[in-house]
């Protein structure tokens, strides 16, 4: 608990000491910390952290400065002539130079911002600029004397350039860097550069004034030069001009002779031509009329044969629409025809396969009603075999007699289901091709056309009768099963019946019935 506690007191101590001592320079400020180190610690444009009680911060301004620089009183010129010199200096520290302060034998290199940290921390930029002035003025008259007063005045890059040069020395000294060095302004107390000001305006208009004269001079001789030039041209111009004139007059001449001997020619031969072409054009509008009336005639005949050609294409035209007319008309009362027709066979086939379910389901009857009997006295034979074969063969020749009566009515009604149905079926025949005709008998009126292949309509409807009676009758036989065309056919109906009735059972004895022979009947 003791060494948690101590190790926050550490960190809240740390956390405080970081809170006192955090600075912060600006870009244009240099913070110098110092206390506990040989050399100080220098922050520019960036954090650090100080020591509190051990560890002090102070501000070194680092911006440029501008230091006016007079002389203040007359200086004499190396030509002894008193001037007075306005100049303006721009300086700053020396943060990045490494400057020698001592001598060529034995040098010493210190940091620029180091040595103006020993004269001007914590001071104004003014304030640095003026202690600086003292320093920048006196290396100014220095050089002031050194030059004479028309080399101050006409060479002002060259002043400028030697005061920064004898300045940078003592510059250096203090971590000062000169950046610039301008001469704003040069007077003498006697007027002097006034007065070589004027000598040089008076030679200047001297010299302009001369200048000028010969000029004038030369404008002068150049432009009576120019005017004979000018002249000379224009006569021998104006005489090119008159030579020129006269032969175009001689070539007018001549062209005008040609011109109209050629228009003389050409009338005599737009006189011929015109006659030529006055009978050419009489001929060719005889001609003209000729083939106006040549065609008018054939435009007519054409015209005639387009007539009878259009009433041709008319008439054919209207009867082949009343044949197509027709046509569809008999071809829907076909149809519909049909469709009745099938409508009906439908229904007759429905009737028809009623009436052969009826049948079946008769015969069927008859057949369980026949096994029953035989398998009743089957089992009375079975039954009774024990009083004697004299009954049993009574017996069984009974229940033979029966069954063999059975089976010739069950025979019988197989037989009489096809034969009446095909009664039936006869007997309604009449009326279904009443029927069939029925819609015949309602169509009003019938167009027959011939198809070319040597019979006609007429033949063809009624032909379509037997054809449509003949699709009944086998739909008939069809849906019945039975083959009406082999009953109508035969004569008689077949009755003779084959067949052999085993009976087992009754004491290993075997009973055989055959059918009756036709002596025996």
């Known amino acids: 608990m003791t060494a948690i506690i101590g190790a926050a007191i550490t960190a809240l101590v740390v956390i405080l000491i970081f809170a006192m001592g955090y600075v912060k320079a600006p870009p244009d400020q240099a913070f110098i910390i110092s206390g506990l180190r040989k050399e100080p610690r220098i922050l520019i444009g960036r954090a650090g952290v100080k020591i509190p009680f051990f560890e002090r911060v102070d501000k070194l301004y680092l911006g440029q400065m501008t230091v006016d620089i007079k002389t203040e009183q007359s200086v004499p010129t190396n030509d002894f002539i008193n001037v007075d010199v306005d100049a303006v200096a721009k300086v700053r520290i020396a943060t990045d130079r490494i400057i020698n302060i001592g001598t060529e034998d034995s040098p010493v290199k210190v940091k620029g911002i180091l040595l103006a940290s020993k004269n001007f921390l914590n001071k104004a930029p003014a304030q640095i600029a003026q202690e600086l002035k003292d320093s920048l003025q006196g290396n100014m008259r220095e050089i002031i004397g050194t030059l004479d007063l028309r080399t101050i005045n006409t060479d002002r890059d060259s002043f400028s350039d030697q005061v920064m040069l004898k300045a940078s020395k003592d510059m250096d000294k203090l971590g000062i860097e000169i950046i610039s060095c301008n001469i704003q302004n040069v007077t003498d107390e006697n007027g002097l550069i006034r007065d070589l000001g004027a000598d040089n305006t008076a030679r200047i208009k001297k010299d302009a004034a001369i200048a000028k004269a010969q000029a004038d001079r030369d404008v002068a001789i150049a432009q009576a030069e120019a005017d004979r030039a000018s002249n000379d041209a224009k006569v021998a111009a104006q005489t090119e001009i008159a030579q020129k004139n006269n032969e175009l007059d001689i070539k007018k001449a001549a062209l005008k002779k040609q011109a109209d001997t050629a228009q003389a020619e050409a009338d005599a031969a737009y006189e ?119 009954e049993a063969e009574s017996i069984k020749a009974q229940g033979l007699a029966e069954a063999e009566a059975m089976e010739k009515k069950a025979e019988a009604y197989k037989k009489y289901n096809g034969a009446a149905m095909a009664e039936m079926m006869i007997k309604i025949m009449p009326q279904m091709a009443a029927e069939i005709a029925k819609p015949l008998s309602q169509i009003d009126k019938i167009n027959i056309y011939g198809t070319g292949d040597g019979s006609n309509g007429a033949s063809q409807i009624s032909g379509n009768m037997p054809v449509v009676m003949k699709q009944v009758f086998d739909t008939m036989s069809e849906a019945t099963g039975v083959d009406f065309s082999e009953i109508m056919k035969a004569g008689t109906y077949d009755a003779k019946v084959n067949k052999n009735v085993n009976i087992t059972g009754l004491n290993d004895v075997e009973i055989k019935a055959t059918p009756k022979k036709d002596s025996d009947k």
């Open 272 to 390: 011929i031509q015109n006659q030529e072409q006055q009978k050419t054009i009489q001929a060719a509008t005889v001609n003209a009329e000729i083939a106006k009336v040549e065609r008018e005639a054939e435009l007519k005949q054409k015209e005639v044969l387009v007539k009878q050609q259009e009433l041709a294409a008319e008439i054919e035209k209207k009867a082949d629409a009343d044949k197509y007319r027709a046509e569809k008309d008999a071809e829907a009362k076909l149809i519909q025809r049909q469709r009745e027709a099938e409508a009906r066979k439908y229904e007759q086939e429905k009737e028809a396969e009623a009436q052969k379910a009826k049948a079946e389901a008769m015969k069927y009857a008859a057949e369980q009603e026949a096994a029953g009997i035989k398998a009743k006295y089957d089992a009375e034979a079975a039954g009774i075999a024990a009083k004697g074969r004299a």
